[in-house]
């Protein structure tokens, strides 16, 4: 299908209305939100357009300012235009895609939707964001041309973070709308699109629901406390830490409760109907209206007590009791088991097969899990792989029902199942008996999955297109060292991947980056990709490393350190073949740096960049400071005056500034306009960085050091000791930040020269260093680098 959203209107302004124009606006739509007039309209305000749009304004105001932000970019607010139903319906006209997300009531969608269908032009997609009602059922009474161009897109909350987008067709829906939608919402969205049937609940929440409401059951039949249970359901699942009782909390209880009674109501022939049932304490909670975070308090109650540490109090409801308790910090032997296992393939099957409760609750709740996902194929998906990849994208699971069970192998999970009476669907034991023991496999490096119609695997549609490292585990490397691996993505085109704990940039990282620069130039490869396929690019260098050098005194090894790790970022600018990143995640720290020096990067939107090397009393030390002086000076004009842009750098680095999203790491100057790309669908960023490094290649002349760069010596330091004083007395910043902002304007105007004048780059990577060294051997600096090892968090001293 030949089409092209240009405009989309958001018809309902509430969380989800305000938070999807958001994110319309992030991928550059013109967006029309609309919503009802208020309902306190006064007399006097119905000729005033402000007063009469008075509700959409308030609820997109109270969006742009939520935390997190729904806007890549705060500016980006200026795409969306806001109106009313009565005043402005009629300018959907102009609309490519009509999108409805006002209250879940069927009749007040039907009477919208005739409304919608005397506006819109012939051919514009109109879509519902409903979580639950059918479908189908909205097209009463509707044209004929509005019934081809509709179905269900079903975004989750919040939509610029939560990566699920279900797709939901009718049978009159023309199946290139689908096909549009399915891919759209993959490339210019940054979704994972899931094609759903129109069940109840469709995908994300009829699984993501069963798998909170078993735990509810399960917690009381165990006697677990909350906080074992979070414990258990979070990270070491591979869960966010959220768990189970805190999400509950976080969407609300009287959402939650909704959901279940309308699977329970909706699907009476569900096996697993006993499981969606109120257990007595939720019950507690709705009758006492006690919701969750938007009413102050849930399953958790956060007090103005301070514990010793001046942390808030935070009580936590006994199920037993219905009475609000201290929170107590689990001491279960299967969670400091799994809490020494790194790697989670063997930390899930460590729990799934622990003997104390918690390995119980795991278990339990995991075998039911693969008993009632399978029986879900092919009621709601004709394929397994469409409910992995919702729970993944819509609920943020490591891995979905059918990876968890390859995890814990299929035979063990059946017996888990029916061991305690649930009943796994018949196809997984033909295949079984068909000799087959997982749900997916590799083959030639593409993921395949084990399709009930072919009874056989098959390449999971599209994923040719997207550069997934693991694929890639079955051949041998190209190059390998502790912390790296350099694989071959194809076309000429290197991949190099780091290993190290968290991303670190450590000397077997630094190492991996100088072998693999090597071996691209001298093997006639074409050029190399730096990029995971982890939560995060990098977190930056390993700080542990560093602190113990410094707290030693061993400033001659910390000085050949940091020289090799600069020489290392200068060799990703300085070769002769080109370097791309691709990150997402944390790009923090040496990750910033590296980015800043490659001849490229494809960022994923949801990259969160910066250079916070302060918050441990440092400053950029790996060619960061000196490139920020060097991107300062290509941007002095002639006749204009230099300092307001050296500020700006300035400020950038001793605030440790963090761009949000990859577009607002362009405002503080981490990224350059027409070098860097921003990628919405962070599988894809791999991809488009090997685009990009092939572009490269065909033209690619090897760079050569700067020798040109203008450094303002004395004028710019008097301007910039000025401005770190503000920060000290807006109280901004302490004593100790501004003696490691001092440094860092010591670097960006190249030290104490008596005027501005034109230095190599080299020549700021030693005073770069040279900064870096003295700060290290500071006590308050070693104080922040042992607190931040420590509690993981930074120290203000």
Known sequence: ???????????????????????????????????????????????????????????????????????????????????????????????????????????????????????????????????????????????????????????????????????IPTPETDPEMVQFFMEYGDLYLGKQTVLCKDTPAFIGNRIGVYAMA?????????????????????????????????????????????????????????????????????????????????????????????????????????????????????DLPSLKNAKQIDDSKRRIASLFNAEDKGGALVRQSLAGLFAYASNRVPEISDNLFSIDDAMRAGYAWDFGPFEYWDLIGIEAGIQAAEAQGDQVAAWVKELIAAGHTSFYRRSNGVRQYYDLATKSYQDIPGAKAFIVLDNYRDRAPVHKTSETILHDIGDGVLCLEFTSPHNTLGEGVLQGINQSIELAEDGGWNGLVIGNNATNFSVGANLMMIGMMAFQQDFDQLNMAVNYFQQ?????????????????????????????????????????????????????????????????????????????????????????????????????????????????NKDRAIGEAKNMVLNLARNYVQPVQRQDITVLGRSGLGALYVAANELLLGNYASEHDIKIAKKIAWVLCGGDLTAPQMVSEQYLLDVEREAFLSLAGEPKTQERIQYMLQNNKPLRN
Not at 85 to 97: G, M
Not at 609 to 616: D, P, T
Not at 639 to 651: Q, Y
């Open 568 to 680: 290392t970022i200068m060799r990703c600018r300085y070769s002769s073949i080109p370097v791309v990143v691709a990150t997402q995640g944390y790009v923090f720290g040496g990750g910033c740096e590296m980015l800043m020096h490659c001849d490229g990067a494809a960022a994923s939107a949801e990259s969160y960049i910066g250079l916070v090397e302060v918050g441990v009393g440092l400053i950029p030390g790996g060619a960061g400071t000196k490139e920020f002086a060097l991107r300062a000076s290509d941007s002095f004009r002639e006749g204009e005056v230099h300092i307001p842009a050296l500020i700006d750098r300035f400020k950038a680095i001793a605030l440790a500034s963090v761009a949000t999203s990859a577009h607002e790491a362009y405002t503080y100057g981490y990224m350059i306009p027409g070098r860097d790309r921003v990628v919405l």
């Open 214 to 330: 078993k735990i509810y059951q399960l917690t009381t039949q165990l006697g677990l406390s909350i906080e074992e249970v979070d414990a258990l359901t979070g990270p070491p699942l591979g869960r966010p830490k959220t768990g189970t009782f805190r999400l509950g909390d976080l969407v609300g209880h009287d959402t939650a409760a909704k959901v279940i009674q309308g699977i329970k109501q909706n699907c009476p022939n569900d096996e697993q109907a006993g499981a969606f049932e109120v257990p007595a304490y939720l019950q507690f909670l709705l009758d006492n209206k006690f919701l969750g975070n938007k009413t102050g308090q849930g399953f958790f109650k956060k007090t103005s007590q301070k514990d010793e540490k001046g942390r808030p109090v935070i009580l936590a409801l006994n199920l037993q009791t219905l009475e609000y308790e201290p929170s107590r910090k689990p």
């Open 1 to 167: 299908m030949n089409k092209r959203i240009k405009k989309a209107a958001v018809l309902g302004s509430g969380v989800m209305g305000s938070g999807i124009a958001c994110h319309f606006a992030n991928i550059g739509l013109e967006v029309l939100l609309l919503d009802i007039l208020p309902p306190d309209l006064q007399e006097h305000e119905k000729t005033s357009p402000a007063a009469r749009n008075r509700l959409v304004n308030k609820a997109l105001e109270f969006a742009v300012k939520s935390k997190p932000a729904p806007l890549y970019d705060s500016a980006f607010a200026s795409r969306i235009t806001t109106g009313n139903f009565e005043d402005d319906l009629e300018k959907i006209s102009d609309c490519d895609w009509v999108i409805e997300v006002v209250v879940e009531n069927l009749d007040i969608k039907r009477a919208l939707f005739e409304k919608v269908d005397r506006f819109r032009k012939p051919g514009t997609f109109i879509t519902s964001n409903t979580s639950g009602i059918p479908i189908h059922l909205m097209l009463e009474g509707r044209s004929a041309d509005f019934r081809r161009h509709f179905c269900g897109t079903h975004f989750f909350n919040p939509p610029r973070y939560l990566r699920l987008l279900e797709i």
